[in-house]
């Protein structure tokens, strides 16, 4: 038995069109036009090249939550939720270590009762505040652990004043020196 190839399968609209062995008339029905995922949003590519000239080659994780952090970040954290309108935007994003479900980005993911903390650091954005506004302690190695604020474009962080009602910057605090014995010598 000899097989002829079928002709290819118009995609129409509605189904009822599909199941009639002619075609639709004229003006009846537009074929559908097949829809193309990309699978990457708006600005993506360039928050990403972005975020990793921002982290240079050593590739550190941002905010080191002690305890959990694994050191070398894989991940970007958006500060503000993409379903909170959170744009890919390089001062929305973090560089974090682990996975939505693991290290620093499993905690700032699943916060268990710590958005306040987490929100107070500039690591989780509320909806109604804008990311480039809102300073956040994030580990460089040009500043070590300190408040800056995000920019985004080279040097990528500015010194943010430090929060009124946290402890003093390490900097900033007095240590005491001992007496010194000097053996009688004035």
Not at 82 to 101: A, E, T, Y
Not at 117 to 130: A, R
Request: aromatic letters at 6%.
């Amino acid at each position: 038995m000899k097989r002829t190839p079928m002709p290819p399968r118009k995609n129409y609209m509605n189904g009822s069109s599909l199941r009639s062995s002619k075609p639709p008339a004229e003006g009846e029905l537009k074929p559908a036009k097949p829809r193309r995922s990309t699978g990457k949003h708006v600005g993506e590519s360039a928050g990403r090249k972005a975020l990793e000239k921002r982290v240079g080659d050593d590739k550190l994780c941002e905010v080191r939550l002690f305890g959990i952090c694994f050191g070398r970040g894989g991940n970007a954290h958006h500060r503000q939720n993409r379903s909170q309108q959170g744009k890919w935007d390089v001062r929305n994003l973090l560089w974090v270590c682990g996975s939505g479900s693991t290290g620093c980005h499993g905690a700032l993911t699943n916060t268990n009762g710590r958005r306040a903390e987490f929100e107070k650091e500039g690591w989780i954005v509320p909806s109604h505040e804008d990311p480039a506004e809102v300073e956040c302690l994030i580990y460089t190695r040009r500043f070590g652990h300190d408040y800056v604020l995000l920019l985004d474009e080279y040097p990528w962080v500015e010194l943010a004043e430090f929060p009124e009602g946290r402890p003093g910057h390490p900097d900033d605090l007095e240590v005491p020196q001992p007496p010194r014995d000097l053996d009688g010598v004035a």
